[in-house]
């Protein structure tokens, strides 16, 4: 079965490529071999470790100092350690908990500011996040949502063409001055981060199949960490959309 997602993360050539690999191997251990539990394990480690940089931000917001620096290097630092993974999946053992550790840093930055401007909010972000996840996850369990390879289809599609988005508009932005559509709190820059974080809870359905199936595959041990990392990719993504919903329903109070 091909294996897909829009998670520049979890996607095919990744998991293809490393299945072929162990596949020519001779002896298989368990030991050896990705498991569901495996990386539902290395979950928790990344979500501790995301949480507790986190914390270091808002303390720092919360005393009185600027966390910017460490908001933007947190940031950029991520970003960089997802591309290494993405291309070297063997180095995750090591890369994801490092993207954990800085994306903490951006996450409790980008928190401490939009509680500043919104009290209440980040609490309120949170649980629609702990939320959709438990949702989406036990749809999927149940197999009440089936993940059907026209259902990867539209998600990537809807999920590339968010990000060319983003992008086209950001570069923009350098060389002229306009308000992209997302901005702002009209009903119509609602409305497209209503179907942003849809899109983003879809992906969690693709991260969830990606996982049992390189489980099923016997991937390496080292695709726990990086299928655990992706996970955290997608919470993040629906974490900060969520920041920012609730940052334009409470502007138009």
């Known amino acids: 079965m091909n294996l897909k997602s829009k998670n520049p993360f979890l996607g095919s050539k990744t998991f293809n490529n490393t299945s072929r690999s162990i596949e020519d191997t001779t002896v298989i251990t368990y030991e050896d071999t990705m498991t569901v539990n495996g990386t539902i394990n290395k979950s928790y480690i990344l979500l501790a470790t995301l949480l507790t940089s986190a914390l270091i931000s808002w303390f720092l917001a919360y005393m009185g100092y600027n966390p910017m620096l460490l908001t933007v290097g947190g940031g950029i630092v991520g970003f960089v350690l997802v591309l290494i993974a993405s291309f070297k999946p063997q180095t995750s053992t090591w890369v994801a908990p490092g993207y954990a550790l800085f994306e903490g840093l951006f996450i409790g930055g980008i928190s401490a500011f939009f509680e500043a401007a919104y009290p209440g909010i980040v609490i309120q972000a949170v649980s629609c996040t702990f939320v959709t996840f438990i949702v989406c996850f036990a749809l999927y369990k149940y197999q009440i949502v089936k993940v059907t ?29 306009f308000q992209p559509i997302h901005a702002g709190n009209s009903l119509l820059s609602i409305g497209v981060s209503i179907f942003v974080i849809i899109i983003a809870a879809l992906n969690l359905f693709l991260d969830f199949d990606l996982i049992e199936k390189g489980a099923q595959r016997q991937l390496p041990k080292y695709m726990e960490w990086f299928s655990a990392m992706g996970l955290m990719i997608t919470l993040v993504w629906l974490y900060v959309e969520f920041l920012r919903l609730l940052a334009k329903l409470s502007s138009r109070d």
Not at 155 to 173: M, Q
């Open 149 to 177: 390879e026209k259902f990867k289809s539209i998600v990537i599609a809807a999920t590339l063409a968010i990000f060319s988005y983003y992008l086209i508009t950001w570069i923009l932005s350098f060389f002229i001055n």
